[in-house]
């Protein structure tokens, strides 16, 4: 599991992105995708094995979230989000033109 603790630690991802941005400009903006993923990993992996030590390798402290698998609501909110922010995307990049 060390593996996934350095690969779920905002530490580890944020010293990707600051060399992503200085040797590869154009990742800059992609790579948030990965800091995205760790945020909603802290709120959607409550107490157990997958548990998000996010400050790892400094502490090993998680937050206590929902448990997404036993909230099934949450997994919806999510999928019905993405939709509604391609869609403000598509419009204000429409209105700049």
């Known amino acids: ?13 944020g010293l990707v992105y600051l060399i992503l941005w ?3 400009k154009p990742l800059f903006v992609p790579s948030l995708a990965w800091i995205l993923h760790i945020v909603m990993d802290i709120f959607t992996h409550g107490h157990g094995r997958f548990q998000t030590p996010f400050l790892y390798p400094l502490s090993l402290y998680a937050f206590d979230g929902i448990n997404w698998w036993q909230h099934p609501w949450v997994v919806a909110a ?8 391609w869609a403000v995307i598509y419009f204000q990049r429409r209105r700049s033109i």
């Not at 599991?1 to 991802?13: E, G, I, K």
């Not at 999510?78 to 922010?85: I, K, N, S, V």
């Open 78 to 85: 999510y999928w019905g989000a993405l939709p509604l922010l």
């Open 1 to 13: 599991f060390d593996l996934y603790n350095y690969t779920h630690s905002l530490l580890a991802a």
């Open 22 to 24: 200085k040797i590869c």
